[in-house]
């Protein structure tokens, strides 16, 4: 067996993670608004974090306007490129999984990672690397793994394939193997960390796990690169196929409940926060879809007239006349001109959503946020510890 690994030592992780699924399963529809609103800005957030490990330059906030057709001016596009291909691997990869004649075989890593490196030739986009390779700590240079040769890498990606395909015990188990597998096959030139961590999405979706709680790993392996790291010691210095990868697979799933306890917990705040930014919005008698530009500016983003077009799916005359609107209400503010100007929160926006949801504060900007958000925290987390007494 490629990279064995001990299952017995995390069934107490595969059965914590099979009671979220089912809590969140039977949760109930969200409203389709929220959910696309949700969606989007975890796929900014998962974007963001894996391309920046493999040291693409880009923040959060670039990314989003990235993935809505508005290119920051400080960026390039060859990182634009790279933000736009890790999206569209995972949407393709989102896209295959539910397909009936879906196979994990060589293939479907090779298309990934096309796409991954968007079609980057030279970069060796969509082919197995044909010469050796070496995983360096970009922090002091030295070597700490070294990949099999290229000549062996066909033949182990196919194996890995063909246990993928055969099933392993539970879908977290599998999404934390192929990450392992990948990562130390090292299969190409370039992008292998952001392939081996499309695939363990996959993983988790093909299995049933397919809210983006359990398929959005990229932000807090972001967040926790000195564990993301030290996972992979069990690998050694030099690839071996009996490598015990147990201690990652821990890692791995530890990570993922981590991540569905936060989101959980993130994403019963934020819905409120949009129903109240949806009111705010009624109540100043603007069409509801201004609130996709008050939601952004409630948490310190700027909107540009661009970015609110590609959200709202308006003309550039509607989008001005929105944008106008929502200033003369208050909820927003102008700063710059002409191409540069860009819109915040206003004066009457964290008093009027603070009010929707009972929360008094006397503060303003970044504070008044923060105590909004704090406050509401503290009643869901209260009210999830009286649901599971």
Same mark, same amino acid.
């Given at each position: 067996m490629l990279l064995p690994y001990d299952p017995k030592t995390v069934l107490d992780l595969t059965d914590e993670l099979d009671r979220w699924k089912t809590r969140l399963d039977y949760r109930g529809p969200l409203p389709r608004t929220w959910a696309g609103r949700l969606r989007r800005d975890?796929?900014?957030?998962?974007?963001?974090?894996?391309?920046?490990?493999?040291?693409?330059?880009?923040?959060?906030?670039?990314?989003?306007?990235?993935?809505?057709?508005?290119?920051?001016?400080?960026?390039?596009?060859? /990182?634009?490129? !790279?933000?736009? +291909?890790?999206? #569209?691997?995972?949407?393709?990869?989102?896209?295959? $999984?539910?397909?009936?004649? &879906?196979?994990? /075989?060589?293939? !479907?890593?090779? +298309?990934?990672? #096309?796409?991954?490196?968007?079609?980057?030739?030279? $970069?060796?986009?969509?082919? &197995?690397?044909?010469?050796?390779?070496?995983?360096v700590d970009s922090r002091t240079s030295e070597l700490v793994f070294q990949p099999p040769s290229w000549e062996e890498v066909p033949g182990l990606v196919d194996s890995a394939c063909s246990m993928m395909q055969d099933g392993l015990e539970h879908p977290a188990i599998g999404a934390a193997?192929?990450?392992?597998?990948?990562?130390?096959?090292?299969?190409?030139?370039?992008?292998?960390?952001?392939?081996?961590?499309?695939?363990?999405?996959?993983?988790?979706?093909?299995?049933?796990?397919?809210?983006?709680?359990?398929?959005?790993?990229?932000?807090?392996?972001?967040?926790?690169?000195?564990?993301?790291?030290?996972?992979?010691?069990?690998?050694?210095?030099?690839?071996?196929?009996?490598?015990?990868?147990?201690?990652?697979?821990?890692?791995?799933?530890?990570?993922q409940l981590h991540q569905v306890r936060a989101l959980d917990l993130r994403g019963r705040v934020q819905q409120r926060i949009w129903t109240a930014v949806e009111e705010a919005v009624r109540a100043a008698g603007l069409d509801s879809r201004v609130a996709n530009a008050a939601w952004d500016a409630f948490f310190g983003r700027d909107v540009t007239p661009r970015y609110y077009r590609a959200l709202a799916d308006v003309s550039p005359a509607t989008a001005t006349n929105d944008l106008a609107a929502a200033v003369a209400a208050g909820l927003l503010r102008p700063k710059g001109r002409a191409r540069s100007r860009r819109y915040e929160a206003g004066d009457s926006l964290y008093l009027r959503i603070g009010s929707a949801l009972g929360v008094h504060t006397d503060e303003s900007g970044e504070a008044a946020r923060a105590i909004i958000i704090g406050e509401l925290t503290k009643r869901v987390a209260s009210e999830r510890i009286q649901t599971d007494r």
């Open positions: 975890l796929e900014a957030e998962a974007v963001a974090a894996s391309t920046s490990m493999e040291g693409v330059p880009v923040t959060v906030e670039e990314v989003r306007r990235i993935l809505a057709g508005d290119l920051p001016p400080e960026t390039r596009e060859e /990182d634009a490129a !790279l933000v736009r +291909g890790y999206r #569209d691997a995972m949407s393709f990869v989102l896209r295959r $999984a539910d397909d009936p004649a &879906f196979r994990w /075989d060589r293939e !479907l890593l090779i +298309g990934l990672h #096309d796409r991954i490196l968007a079609g980057n030739w030279g $970069a060796g986009a969509g082919r &197995f690397r044909t010469g050796p390779a070496y995983v193997w192929i990450h392992a597998i990948v990562a130390a096959i090292h299969p190409f030139q370039d992008g292998n960390g952001r392939a081996s961590r499309v695939l363990a999405s996959l993983a988790m979706y093909r299995g049933g796990f397919k809210l983006p709680e359990f398929t959005s790993l990229e932000e807090w392996w972001g967040r926790h690169l000195s564990e993301y790291y030290a996972g992979f010691r069990c690998l050694g210095e030099t690839f071996d196929p009996s490598a015990d990868v147990t201690p990652f697979v821990r890692t791995h799933m530890e990570a």
